[in-house]
């Protein structure tokens, strides 16, 4: 059964009425019956525009997580030929929260790396929600090290609400993992695309996450913590969820505005889950696009780049109000492909954590 999110029960009623009209037209086929039907699916696209003309960051927030939206493994399915699964750290575990493997993307080999938050009940729980643990990040990086071994792109596709808070996580190190799996990023001299797919929460997305190019979902999010989180602690309310949410800046829109964001891919309207397939396809043509503007560039060139791509953040500020020159330089030098004017147009502080957290991360690398 399909699941409704709270603005979309007007759309719910339409899609009960088209099943009650083609159940009616299965056991008596009628003309003003397929007309009905119609006219029906084109007052289901008209509420759709309606209510996704004013979306807000929260209502976005909803749909990254819905349960019926794409995950890696059916993006891996739609878009990954040949496809071989990896799995453990060679130290500790295996952590199905990531998933990693080698395929050909049109017929190119690739490795594809991504958060797995699972379908149903079982597979949510067996992927832990999509939270990985040390062992997942330690996983990611022997595979990234793989890739650069054999000369391959890295595809990574993002999807958590962050890395696993437990006790067991952080007796394993989950900071130092972290860190050590944003700093294998860093350092790789093969291509990496991201894509954020749903849910972009804090280091948990950071990890695997830091590419040459990152693209990102019309209806994904990416934050330096969750809003009910962020409610929880400025306001001691988890209520005020929604208002978190547009302080925290955590749109498409709002990473392209400040070049977090290189590309955002549109979604169909009413969200992915609504044409899983055209999503995919879509998502499948931008990465291609990435890549191919990456293949001239190699070994230091790309590790540079990417390098410099994270340390200008750091250095201009994130929601500062002044256009980044080095940004420009980098454009020129590298040929990033950029959807946006480079202007950084927000001041709100709260998003200033996303960049730390990516800072602290480089800084961390670097001393150590």
């Known amino acids: ?115 797995e938050k699972g379908n149903d009940t079982n597979s949510r729980i067996e992927h832990n929600f999509g939270m990985p643990k040390p062992e997942g990040y330690r996983k990611a990086i022997r595979l990234m090290k793989l890739a650069e071994q054999f000369d391959m792109p890295v595809i990574s596709f993002v999807d958590t609400p962050g ?47 830091t590419g040459n190019n990152v693209l990102m979902l019309e209806n994904s999010i990416y934050s330096v913590i969750s809003p009910e989180g962020c409610s929880s602690i400025l306001w001691k309310d988890s209520t005020k969820a929604p208002e978190a949410a547009e302080a925290l800046k955590l749109t498409a829109d709002d990473m392209v505005s400040v070049d977090v964001v290189d590309k955002i891919i549109p979604e169909p309207i009413g969200g992915g889950h609504r044409n899983r397939v055209k999503v995919i396809e879509d998502t499948g043509e931008a990465i291609d696009e990435f890549l191919q503007a990456l293949s001239n560039q190699h070994g230091n060139q790309l590790k540079h780049a990417r390098q410099e791509r994270y340390l200008q953040i750091g250095r201009s500020g994130l929601f500062s109000d002044k256009t980044s020159a080095a940004n ?41």
């Open 1 to 115: 059964m399909q699941t409704y999110l709270d603005f979309e029960k007007p759309i719910q009623e339409l899609d009960l009425k088209i099943e009650e009209l083609k159940s009616r037209n299965s056991e008596l086929p009628s003309e003003d019956i397929l007309k009905e039907i119609s006219e029906t699916e084109q007052k289901i696209n008209l509420t759709y525009k309606k209510i996704f003309s004013n979306i807000s960051a929260w209502q976005k927030t909803q749909i990254s997580r819905h349960p019926e939206r794409p995950k890696t493994k059916d993006y891996i399915e739609g878009l990954i030929t040949d496809f071989f699964e990896l799995a453990g750290d060679r130290n500790f575990a295996e952590d199905k929260a990531i998933t990693g493997g080698f395929g050909r993307f049109k017929g190119k080999p690739v490795l594809v790396l991504g958060h």
């Open 163 to 209: 890395a696993y808070p437990g006790v067991g996580a952080e007796q394993r190190g989950q900071a130092d993992a972290i860190a050590k799996a944003t700093e294998c990023c860093l350092s790789l001299g093969v291509p990496i695309i991201v894509v954020i797919i749903g849910e972009g929460g804090s280091g948990g997305a950071v990890a695997i996450g």
């Open 328 to 368: 420009e330089v980098l454009d020129s030098k590298y040929g990033h492909i950029r959807t946006n004017d480079g202007i950084f147009k927000y001041t709100k502080w709260v998003g200033f954590g996303m960049v730390s957290i990516l800072v602290g991360l480089i800084v961390f690398w670097l001393v150590t």
